[in-house]
């Protein structure tokens, strides 16, 4: 279901011309520039990514990374066949798929998974040295939207930043230390 909910959130952003952070914005970012599919640049992307969680985070973090990395490329080329956009509002856009997505990110979090480089890294982090992870990834998903001003119209641009907020403040709000953590 998580997957399916972050799939969901980035067609959303796919119809809106959107951008999040991580590494699902940069695949947004060359998907809107050069029109290949979010689901191709989204797998290429996390590639080299699996060794390092591997590495990092253990063989078992790896494997439910790559599970659900794959699942939301699937998902993210299959849900435009199930669902059609006639009209989607950018600020509605912004504030369900922003919450779709971190709701989706803290199902995955709290199961010791991550959807792409940055949310090895954020995880990491908050692991090793107790920096909250979403506002780790806030930080970093600042400079993909200053990436993004070659490329989207402002509006779209501050919305996008919005959506951020909501994506990282219920990670940051919901997932710290004490909190449910699955087991796995």
Do not use: K
């Not at 997957?3 to 011309?17: D, I, P, S």
């Not at 692991?127 to 400079?143: C, K, N, P």
């Amino acid at each position: 279901m998580a997957t399916l909910f972050v799939a969901f959130g980035l067609v959303m952003y796919t119809e809106a011309v959107l951008v999040t952070g991580g590494t699902a914005g940069l695949a947004l970012l060359l998907h809107h520039a050069t029109g290949t599919g979010f689901w191709l640049v989204f797998s290429a992307l996390n590639l080299p990514f699996y060794l390092l969680a591997a590495h990092r985070m253990g063989i078992g973090f790896a494997l439910r990374t790559f599970a659900a990395v794959s699942l939301v490329a699937v998902f993210t080329a299959l849900v435009p066949r199930w669902v059609a956009f006639a009209r989607l509002d950018p600020l509605f856009a912004t504030l369900v798929g922003g919450g779709l997505m971190g709701v989706g990110l803290l199902m995955l979090f709290r199961h010791r998974t991550a959807l792409g480089a940055v949310n090895i890294v954020a995880m990491h982090l908050q692991e090793r040295w107790g920096i909250r992870a979403g506002y780790f990834q806030l930080g970093l998903d600042l400079a993909i939207f200053a990436g993004a001003f070659f490329l989207l119209e402002p509006r779209n641009i501050l919305l996008s930043v919005l959506g951020a907020a909501v994506v990282n403040l219920t990670l940051a709000i919901n997932h710290r230390p004490g909190r449910y953590m699955g087991m796995s």
